[in-house]
C-alpha cells in the first residue's frame, strides 16, 4: 500500500510505554475536535472526539485533553501497541461555519 | 458493518483529461464530505453536502472541479480539465446529521495525473 506522512513528524516510542501525540489548533471558535488514526493506503478511522465544553475525555487506552486557552489538544494512548503504529491527525470544527480542518498529522512508530 | 465505498479505487490520466470519482455513503447519512489528501498532509476538505445542497465549498477550486449529489444519497467528483498538481488521493466521507458527528471514511481514490 502507498506510505501516508513521508515527512511527517515522528514520535517513536517503545511497545508498552504511553504516547503522548499533541497538536496546536488555528481557530479559537472551534466547538468539536477529533483524533484520527490513518494507516497506509486506508482513510483516516475515527479514534476520539472532544466538545469545546469540555477539557478531557477518555476512551479505551486513549485520552484527549484540550486547552482552549492555548489552543492545544493532545491524544494520549496508554500501553502502545504496534497495532498502534499509524499517522495520527488532530482536526477541528466549526459549527457556525461548517470548516473542517485537520492538522498536519504525526507519525507514530512503536518499537518492539 | 456499513462503510462508505468508492471507485474507482486507482485512476491514472494525463493532463487535461477529464476524471470522476463515485461516492456512496453509509445509508441514511445526511452529510458527506469530498478530501484532498497530498502525500504527506493532512485531508483537505473540498465541498461538504447536506442531503443533497452543498453547505461548504470554499476550498474546491471551482474552475476545474465540481461535484454533485443529486439525490441526496451518492456523490460524483468531476476534474475537467486534469493537470498535474491534481495528483493525489480523493477521499470520501459521511455523518449521519452534520460536522459534529462522526465522520466514517472510505478507502480513497488515487489519482496519477501524467
Known amino acids: 500500500g502507498e506510505s501516508v506522512g513521508l515527512h511527517l513528524p515522528t514520535l517513536s516510542v517503545q511497545e508498552g510505554d504511553n504516547s503522548i501525540i499533541n497538536c496546536a489548533y488555528s481557530?479559537?471558535?472551534?466547538?468539536?475536535f477529533i483524533w484520527y488514526k490513518q494507516e497506509s493506503g486506508k482513510g483516516p478511522q475515527f479514534i476520539i472526539d472532544i466538545r469545546s465544553n469540555m477539557d478531557k475525555r477518555q476512551g479505551q487506552r486513549v485520552t484527549v485533553l484540550l486547552n482552549k486557552t492555548v489552543k492545544h489538544l493532545s491524544l494520549q494512548i496508554a500501553a502502545t501497541q504496534p497495532g498502534d503504529s499509524a499517522v495520527y491527525f488532530c482536526?477541528?470544527?466549526?459549527?457556525?461555519?461548517?470548516?473542517?480542518?485537520f492538522g498536519t498529522g504525526t507519525r507514530l512508530k512503536v518499537l518492539a | 458493518e456499513a462503510e462508505v465505498a468508492q471507485s474507482p479505487r486507482y485512476k491514472i490520466t494525463e493532463k487535461s483529461q477529464a476524471v470522476a470519482f463515485w461516492c456512496d455513503p453509509i445509508s441514511g447519512h445526511a452529510t458527506l464530505y469530498w478530501y484532498r489528501q497530498i502525500l504527506g498532509q493532512g485531508p483537505e476538505l473540498l465541498v461538504q453536502?447536506?442531503?443533497?445542497?452543498?453547505?461548504?465549498d470554499s476550498q474546491l477550486p471551482k474552475d476545474r472541479f465540481s461535484a454533485e449529489r443529486l439525490k441526496g444519497v451518492d456523490s460524483t467528483l468531476k476534474i475537467q480539465p486534469a493537470e498535474l498538481g491534481d495528483s493525489a488521493m480523493y477521499l470520501c466521507a459521511s455523518s449521519k446529521r452534520d460536522g459534529t458527528d462522526t465522520q466514517y471514511f472510505g478507502p480513497g481514490t488515487r489519482l496519477t495525473v501524467l
Open positions: 482536526a477541528e470544527y466549526t459549527s457556525g461555519t461548517y470548516k473542517y480542518i
Open positions: 453536502f447536506q442531503d443533497e445542497s452543498v453547505v461548504d
Open positions: 481557530n479559537s471558535a472551534s466547538d468539536y
